[in-house]
């Protein structure tokens, strides 16, 4: 049965207030790496998969306003100056943010299509935020492999969105603004993996011809490591 609106809201509030009382506990014990494990498993999985289900609410006053206390527990609020107040992760829980909950909201956003694909694009767009400020540390923290497996994989759904938007029922208009906002995250998540030298043809010309033969169906044709999308 699906959530009234008032129930989904109100959960959002004290999943919010949860979050809150998560992103102080996990401060505090930064360095207690026995404590931030548990934090991870018993807390902060739970109350994103509960986060993840009301961004993928078929109404869309609650899957937009899911997504942006999602967007603000995980980025930080905009109306907030201090950015230190979001939830920290290190690589390893961030490949698993990205594996085990951002991308099935993504998946799931796509399947329900809502209006204008609003829900998705918004994912999208948290999704690209997300990798372009905390892939260094992915990288860092877990290896190129870990890396490279988020990274295409981002990709991927980015271009499946830009198909599912092309074969909808959107008029021109809608769908030349909503394909828009996919080509600015996959130039921007572009422009960050080259910018940092991880993503590199002189490195790795493996995974730099993956990443072009995804960039390239969308006419986004990076001719070499250097280029500037």
């Known amino acids: 049965a699906s959530i009234s609106r008032s129930y989904a809201l109100v959960s959002l509030s004290l999943l919010k207030r949860l979050a809150d009382r998560l992103i102080d506990f996990t ?14 498993s018993s807390h902060w999985c739970p109350l994103l998969t509960v986060f993840g289900q009301l961004c993928c609410s078929s109404d869309r006053e609650v899957c937009a306003a899911a997504i942006c206390a999602f ?18 992760f290190n690589g390893s829980e961030t490949v698993q943010l990205f594996q085990g909950h951002l991308f099935q909201i993504l998946k799931k956003g796509l399947y329900l299509k809502l209006d204008d694909f609003g829900g998705a694009t918004d994912i999208a767009e948290l999704c690209c935020s997300i990798f372009i400020r905390d892939h260094r540390l992915v990288f860092r923290d877990t290896g190129k492999t870990a890396w490279t497996s988020v990274w295409l994989c981002l990709l991927q759904l980015l271009h499946r969105a830009l198909e599912d938007i092309e074969q909808s029922e959107l008029s021109d208009e809608v769908k030349n603004a909503t394909s828009s906002k996919i080509y600015s995250c996959m130039n921007r998540l572009f422009r960050s993996a080259t910018r940092s030298h991880i993503l590199s043809e002189a490195d790795d010309p493996v995974l730099w011809r993956q990443t072009h033969s995804i960039l390239e169906l969308h006419t986004l044709k990076p001719s070499s490591s250097n280029a500037s999308l």
């Not at 401060?27 to 991870?40: F, G, L, P, Q, Y």
């Not at 930080?76 to 920290?88: C, I, L, V, Y």
């Open 71 to 88: 967007s603000e527990v995980l980025m930080g609020s905009r109306e907030n100056t201090d950015q230190s107040r979001r939830a920290w």
């Open 27 to 40: 401060t505090t014990s930064s360095t207690d790496t026995k404590r931030r494990d548990r934090a991870w």
